[in-house]
């Protein structure tokens, strides 16, 4: 097995960013510290080279579909803790949008990236070809084997949104979702499923509903809730939404058909964007930190020899009126 850096600060009983700085002639050592930890690398064989260069400029990439901070404020959370996180390391960071028909590696080259932050979706063809451009790289809601990500802890979100809901005695939920090519969204799904058999009910198939992926998503979350609503048979009874702008639409569709929110159909959402808060009623939601998802993901880019390549932060339930009917 080959020498680590990890191996190199054991035996020369300094920690993995000494060895990095005394290995990269950095100011802020001793020469007698430097003097140990070279030669400690020379007798275990430590290949210097393995030290990734320092970063000076990253590019922060977003698929075109999440570029409308608008209608849909996540990624925007999550560049402001990515910029922060830049800012306090003396990193210059870009913003880039990109789509399936579009030259990545030419744009790449415009930005000239020392390394590359990946947020949300992305095709599987331009994943493959920015990990041929051999530069340091975090995926940042987005997951694939092998490489450093940051993710929320989705599946656990779901589940504490199902629990809330079963609790309140619902027991038809309904699922609106996106497209299940979004890792974040089919973890989401994979919860909302699972959350059944935990709770030993069945799982009615008809009750998981996908937003066309050619509508925008405030359009796609109404069609889905009308067709939940227009289905033969009993109606849901609540709603989990893959998102709160899905669960914001939803919310808006019952109410203009005069279905009452809780008191008919509990919503509830995920992300906590600001406008969830201020709906009427009020949207419970699962509430994230956004901005520690893009300082985290730095934070992992960074890191010489992480100990994890996969990283999840916990989320929170926050319930609000539109889950929870008032006792008389």
């Not at 080959?2 to 993995?16: L, W």
């Not at 930890?37 to 999440?66: C, M």
């Not at 509508?215 to 939404?241: E, I, K, N, S």
């Not at 929170?316 to 006792?327: D, F, M, N, Q, Y």
Request: with cysteine; aromatic share 6%; proline share 6%.
């Amino acid at each position: 097995m080959a020498t680590t850096i990890r191996d190199v600060a054991r035996a020369a009983s300094v920690s993995i960013g000494t060895v990095s700085r005394a290995l990269k002639n950095q100011p802020g050592l001793s020469e007698a510290t430097r003097e140990r930890v070279v030669e400690a690398a020379r007798q275990l064989g430590y290949d210097a080279a393995q030290l990734r260069p320092r970063i000076r400029r990253l590019t922060f990439l977003l698929h075109r579909q999440h570029n409308n901070f608008a209608v849909s404020p996540f990624f925007s959370h999550v560049l402001h803790g990515v910029e922060d996180a830049c800012r306090e390391r003396g990193i210059v960071p870009s913003v880039l949008t990109a789509g399936p028909t579009e030259d990545v590696i030419q744009q790449m080259r415009l930005h000239a990236p020392d390394a590359v932050a990946i947020a949300g979706f992305v095709e599987p063809e331009t994943l493959t070809t920015l990990v041929a451009m051999q530069r340091p790289l975090v995926l940042i809601d987005l997951w694939a084997p092998g490489l450093r990500s940051v993710n929320l802890d989705n599946a656990a979100g779901a589940t504490l949104a199902m629990r809330h809901l079963f609790e309140q005695q619902r027991k038809r939920v309904a699922f609106i979702g996106g497209s299940l090519a979004h890792f974040s969204i089919a973890q989401r799904a994979l919860g909302y499923r699972r959350a059944f058999f935990e709770a030993g009910l069945l799982f009615d198939p008809s009750l998981e509903l996908t937003i066309d992926a050619g509508l925008d998503p405030d359009t796609g979350a109404a069609r889905a809730m009308h067709q939940l609503l227009d289905a033969p048979g009993p109606r849901p009874d609540a709603v989990f939404a893959y998102n709160d702008a899905a669960a914001l639409a939803a919310l808006r569709a019952c109410l203009a058909r005069g279905v009452r929110v809780p008191e008919d159909i509990a919503i509830i959402g995920f992300d906590d964007i600001p406008a969830a808060a201020h709906a009427t009623p009020p949207l419970s939601t699962i509430s994230v930190d956004k901005e520690a998802l893009g300082r985290r993901g730095v934070e992992l880019l960074l890191e010489e020899a992480p100990a994890e390549l996969e990283v999840r932060l916990p989320v929170h339930l926050i319930a609000r009126a539109s889950t929870l009917v008032k006792t008389p």
